[in-house]
């Protein structure tokens, strides 16, 4: 009851007119920023923030949660539309997101399903945060790298689904995406690893000009293809309205299930060290696959964009709770809003909710602000979004391939980040030509650093023993949870051979 | 006696780099230290041994494979397109070589009326010039420009 007491205040702090203005512009500015390919959340919230600067630290502090916040609803518009995940997290949602807009021809009700997962997601991550943040932190906590690497392991289960109809190649494709992840500095012990002398490849392959190369640019390759149907005439019939893009009943139906599920699980992986939104959102799918789906998830599935989409944004609250209660950011994007915080003379920790309870809870307000805020000013825009569907093919390409150019520049700031997209594009381009699903080579490009980091940490603490891995609750639990997800389709296809053998036999 | 195609030869130049990331793992980088546990060659020597073994098997496989990969010429401009941007944009600079692409592509290939052109150029200078650079702070490279200012 005190916190429901603690957040009125907040309210009181946050709805001022001054306040609204601010949660607004940051809204609106975030969505924007968080829609370019390249820039992503970290990139966004750092180049934002000197916006700051001209406020007040109250109206500051709540201008920064709604860049933060409104980032994650702008990565999945790209990755809809384009098939150029903005950021990270959008890799997943671009997987049902794309055939939804352009096999269904249902790009407005794509975007209506990310937008709301995304609310919904974001909205029980801000609940659960208001009534258990410090708790949560504390849990958190609890998590060392054998629980991180069963988690992650458990993740890395999401890209047996995407494997396609030949496993071998399949796992050909996964591993390129965990050696590639391999190249640059040892996350342990800071040695240069395949750099093969290389001072750029020291760094290792930066992941958003990769994608977009991946993804994107390999994209344009095969778009060619396409320049002479006329992509206007061909979209006539999609409805450019918000009115048209709206769900029906059914929609809404398939899309609460998964976003409320995705929503408490993305909000514990937030709250988790170093997991962040793209965990969440892949742990999300990878959950999602187990459920039932009305369509089978990859083909444009509205429970494949829920879940990813509520998973990423609930993650994203999630991450306060560390941050608040700790001092701990889970991530880069945590890091730069904590820098943010402490400019305005706040100190996170765990004094921070009792001896600063006016920031703490208009912080929090705020993000419910600018939630409400962000999926108004989201669902507003789609008919202005649908427009870049009906630009002609042949236009799209020049104009695709300058996005791909200019965002993997900005994204690295160097021309090594353009390099990286092109050879990538051209990567991805000849495996697509070949039967190589792309997907799993992107999985495991994002997982493998996180995976192999906290694997090694445990075989370190553990001095080389698998034990560890079945010694400590958390992680035997998890441990559990990952062979039963990867022991449930051998055990049900033996069933089913089985059975078949009998009807066989007895036929 | 079939012919080798691009799906023999990609299993082929997997195997190969599987092999160099797991022999630059196992000799140069370590694998396992008594004391210290798993090396950096760990993780990823145990992946190049996947690869390595699922290359050949895909490359058994690739010759059961009925249908052929197939390219076209103008997915190939796409690809040249790609190149020629990059190599401008060490001669007149990353928005200058973007604009004469997207000038070139439009004008030459798709013979797009020049209203058309000029839309696009505008878009473009909008998210390029607008956004990114004036916006967001993103200084772009000038090539030789660069050094003559």
């Known amino acids: ?25 940051g809204a609106i500015l975030g969505l924007i920023v968080g829609a370019m390919p390249g820039i992503g959340s970290l990139a966004g919230v750092a180049l934002l923030l000197p916006l700051t600067y001209k406020f007040n630290p109250t109206t500051a502090i709540i201008m920064l949660g709604a860049l933060y916040y409104s980032n994650m609803y702008g990565g999945s518009f790209s990755a809809i539309l ?11 949602t671009a997987i049902d997101g794309y055939p939804m807009a352009k096999k269904k021809k249902r790009p407005g009700q794509a975007l209506f399903t990310a937008n709301m997962s995304s609310f919904i997601g974001g909205t029980i991550g801000i609940c659960i945060l208001t009534f258990t943040g410090p708790a949560l932190a504390n849990l958190g906590l609890k998590f060392g790298p054998s629980e991180m690497t069963a988690l992650l392991l458990i993740a890395m289960t999401s890209i047996s689904w995407l494997v396609g109809e030949n496993p071998t190649k399949g796992v050909i494709i996964t591993v390129v995406g965990i050696l590639l992840a391999s190249m640059g500095m040892d996350t342990l012990s800071g040695a240069p690893r395949y750099d093969f002398g290389n001072m750029h490849l020291l760094g290792g392959i930066p992941f958003t000009p990769f994608v977009i190369g991946a993804v994107g640019f390999s994209q344009v390759i095969k778009l060619i293809n396409d320049r002479t149907k006329d992509n206007g005439a061909s979209n006539s019939d999609m409805k450019l309205t918000i009115r048209g893009s709206l769900l029906t009943k059914h929609d809404f139906r ?5 976003a409320i599920r995705s929503g408490f699980l993305g909000t514990f992986v937030g709250v988790l060290p170093g997991a962040g939104a793209t965990t969440g959102s892949f742990l999300g799918y990878a959950v999602q696959k187990k459920m039932h789906s009305e369509e089978e998830l990859g083909t444009g599935a509205i429970e494949g964009i829920a879940s990813c989409e509520a998973a990423n944004n609930a993650a994203a609250a999630g991450a306060f709770a560390p941050l608040l209660a700790l ?11 904590l820098g943010g915080l402490m400019m305005w003379g706040l100190n996170p920790g765990p004094l921070l909710f009792t001896n600063e309870p ?35 093919v042949k236009y799209m390409i020049p104009i695709i391939t300058v996005v791909c150019v200019v965002g993997s520049y900005s994204s690295s700031y160097s021309m090594y980040g353009v390099l990286i997209m092109f050879l990538s594009g051209l990567l991805g381009y000849f495996l697509s030509k ?73 036929n | ?43 990823p020597s145990i992946m190049a041994v996947v690869m390595f073994f699922t290359s050949i098997l895909a490359f058994a496989q690739s010759f059961k494979e009925t249908e052929k990969a197939e390219y076209n010429k103008f997915e190939l401009l796409v690809i040249a397109a790609g190149a020629g941007i990059i190599l401008a944009t060490f001669i007149i600079g990353l928005v200058p070589a ?16 020049w209203k058309d052109v000029i839309i696009i150029l505008l878009v473009i200078a909008f998210i390029v010039i607008g956004v990114f650079g004036m916006w967001l702070g993103i200084q772009f490279p000038m090539g030789l420009f660069e050094y003559i200012l």
């Open chain 1, 254 to 258: 398939r899309l609460l299930p998964p």
């Open chain 1, 327 to 337: 001092g701990i950011p889970g991530s880069g994007t945590g890091a730069v809003l």
């Open chain 1, 358 to 392: 006016d920031f703490t809870w208009g912080l929090i307000a705020s993000l419910f602000l600018s939630n409400i805020l962000t999926l108004i000013i989201a669902l507003a825009v789609i008919p202005f979004l649908l427009k870049i569907l009906s630009v002609p």
């Open chain 1, 1 to 25: 009851m005190e916190n429901i007491q603690l957040l009125l205040q907040g309210f009181e702090t946050a709805l001022t007119f001054q306040n609204v203005g601010a949660a607004l512009l």
């Open chain 2, 98 to 113: 973007c604009f004469v692409f997207v000038l070139l592509w439009l004008r030459i290939l798709e013979k797009a009326p």
């Open chain 1, 82 to 92: 384009l098939n150029i995940p903005g950021d990270s997290p959008a890799v997943v």
């Open chain 2, 1 to 43: 006696m079939k012919k080798i195609g691009s799906k023999q030869l990609i299993p082929v130049l997997m195997a190969a780099v599987a092999l160099v990331f797991g022999l630059v793992g196992v000799f140069q980088l370590g694998f396992w230290d008594a004391a210290s546990g798993p090396m950096p060659g760990f993780f």
């Open chain 1, 434 to 506: 070949n039967d190589y699903p792309t997907a799993p080579m992107l999985l495991s490009f994002v997982l493998a650093p996180l995976l192999e980091t906290n694997m090694r940490k445990a075989f370190i603490i553990s001095g080389g023993s698998l034990n560890i891995f079945f010694n400590r609750p958390i992680t035997c639990v998890l441990m559990v949870v990952f062979f039963a997800v990867v022991a449930t389709p051998i055990i049900k296809s033996m069933i089913n051979k089985n059975k078949n053998k009998k009807t066989e036999g007895t």
